[in-house]
T-cell receptor
Framework: EAGVAQSPRYKIIEKRQSVAFWCNPI?????LYWYQQILGQGPKLLIQ????????DSQLPKDRFSAERLKGVDSTLKIQPAKLEDSAVYLC?????????????FGPGTRLLVL | KQEVTQIPAALSVPEGENLVLNCSFT??????LQWFRQDPGKGLTSLLL?????REQTSGRLNASLDKSSGRSTLYIAASQPGDSATYLC?????????FGTGTRLKVLA
């Protein structure tokens, strides 16, 4: 079974530039998550999709971050314009649609450095 | 607001020791708790998931326990090996989302 795929693996940009990350979840997984992990911290949920719909985006900085999930499969996360504090690893995860107990499967992450 | 704390932040042990990692959370109204392992520069790998109705889960040398009333979970690693060196994170699920702790960085010395 293929895992969660993410690209690119690394990205270096200057502040005020824009950047986009892509995620392909495990086939059949209805739920998709984007997390931000700053060095030395645990992952913080940015947005959670259930199929095409957004379940939670309460911690997504909506003035600069946007995300979409096309046809309930792939997803893209965009930052425009980037700030220095956006330097982090962006993790995508997916899980089956099970009401209470579901294992999350994570991709390798995209490491973003904003200069 | 749910807060998840992991103590200690870092731990070094000699190979072969049994060890316990701790996770505490402030809101006992959880659906499940999950333990993950993260190797440097990589994503997270799920180790064990405990439903709110369960008290423990076991996988190989790993055993995780859950005490909702006291807001605590422990991850027990038996007979530690250098390959166990990694950061261990716990995550607690509320109504919709998981809240992660900051992790315990474990180093097992050969």
């Amino acid at each position: 079974e293929a895992g969660v795929a993410q690209s690119p693996r690394y990205k270096i940009i200057e502040k005020r530039q824009s950047v986009a990350f892509w995620c392909n979840p495990i086939s059949g997984h209805a739920t998709l998550y984007w997390y931000q992990q700053i060095l030395g911290q645990g992952p913080k949920l940015l947005i959670q999709f259930q199929n095409n719909g957004v379940v939670d985006d309460s911690q997504l900085p909506k003035d600069r971050f946007s995300a979409e999930r096309l046809k309930g499969v792939d997803s893209t996360l965009k930052i425009q314009p980037a700030k220095l504090e956006d330097s982090a690893v962006y993790l995508c995860a997916s899980s089956l649609e099970v009401p209470q107990g579901e294992t999350q499967y994570f991709g390798p992450g995209t490491r973003l450095l904003v200069l | 607001k749910q807060e998840v704390t992991q103590i200690p932040a870092a731990l070094s042990v000699p190979e072969g020791e049994n060890l316990v990692l701790n996770c505490s959370f402030t809101d006992s109204a959880i659906y499940n708790l999950q333990w993950f392992r993260q190797d440097p520069g990589k994503g997270l790998t799920s180790l064990l998931l405990i439903q709110s109705s369960q008290r423990e889960q076991t996988s190989g040398r790993l055993n995780a326990s859950l005490d909702k009333s006291s807001g605590r979970s422990t991850l027990y690693i038996a007979a530690s090996q250098p390959g166990d060196s990694a950061t261990y994170l716990c995550a607690v699920k509320g109504t919709y989302k998981y809240i992660f702790g900051t992790g315990t960085r474990l180093k097992v010395l050969a």
